[in-house]
């Protein structure tokens, strides 16, 4: 039981140091579920804390419509780059051996590289940086005792805040009177917020499987109602000339082995799905979005001593597509078909550090006399 459990804390700490993060333009807010900010909050005690911090990066710079590559981009010079650095601070309580609570605090720090932003006569950067969209949330794990000897599955709730600043400005080079520069919102990948409240549901569990592998599995939808923010784009198209505020959504599942030659060391390895859909699932989708889902393989190896447990994950793109959006479909004729287009990341790299805090043991004293 002992190495069970050891095994599932290691565990729980790789599968909750995954991110959702814009991965290029579809712009995929820097978010993760519920069970991101649990950490090893499945074997938290009644009144123990978990405290973890997740750092991600990527670079942003192939171009796709659906899951037709445009090469010529990087060849000709005109793709847009992104470069995100995002730090998720999280914090987890537990109410009971199963309930626990949560708070995820995200900071972002982006650049982009385009010329089309810029007159398309020379290439300039724009940047955000500051606190990102906060989430907080509670979960319960369904099983207790002996039902959960071999495996548990978690249901989570939450909210996410609009504290990211969802007009952030940069200046815009070759696009003023007489081509002067000119303030102007950045792109809606690199806004450090949606300016919707969102709501969460959130799952994620792990089996016990033979020869000492492990299943896992979680994911969570975000319900965003808002339909627009008012934030412009400065797009061509009247119906894109506003920001919208898409829902999102991220599942992985794979397996977990712990080493034994190495103690407290483990290798994972599963797959995951994320994405913004085309509609929203409650409310109105009108403005701009960029739609579009990224499927990858996901590598993990993780540390464990003590009460800490280090990750690095490194998910790699498989298959990246940029769906056609509402705007796309509405603006087609039949000679004219519209398919826009999104910047894709090739991997994305995850480094998660997590710290148990047990509960003071009381009395421990009380029969040494």
Partial sequence: MKKLLLSIVITISILFSHETNAQGCVAIRQFSG??????QGNLLEQGEWN???????????????????????VENNTEVINWSHGLDLNLSYAITDRAYLIASIPYAYNERSSLYEHGRNSRHMTYSKG???????????????????????????????????????GTFYNVGPGGSPEIRPVDQSIQLGDGGWGFIVDAQGIWNLP?????????????????????????ARASEAIMSVPDQFAF????????????????????????????DLIGES??????GYIVSVEPGVSYMLGNFTTTLTVPVALIRNRTRSLTDIADSTPDNRRHGDAAFADYLVNVNLAWRIPKKVKGVFNNLD
């Fill in 211 to 235: 020869k000492s592998f492990f299943l896992y599995y979680d994911g969570f939808y975000m319900f965003n109602p808002r339909n627009t923010n008012g934030t412009q784009t400065n797009r």
């Fill in 131 to 169: 606190i990102a969209d906060m989430r907080v949330g509670a979960g319960y794990w369904l099983l207790s005792g002996e039902k959960a000897k071999n495996g548990n599955t978690a249901v989570g709730l939450g909210l996410k805040l609009p504290t990211g600043d969802y007009n952030a400005q």
């Fill in 51 to 73: 405290i973890s911090a997740n750092y991600r990066y990527f670079k942003s710079f192939r171009h796709f419509s659906g899951t037709e590559e445009h090469p010529h981009r």
């Fill in 252 to 279: 992985r599942t794979g397996l977990f082995k712990p080493i034994s030659f190495v103690h407290g060391m483990g290798l994972s390895l599963g797959g995951r799905v994320e994405g913004v859909p085309v509609r």
């Fill in 286 to 291: 009108d403005g701009f979005r960029r739609p």
């Fill in 34 to 39: 519920i069970g991101n900010a649990v950490g």
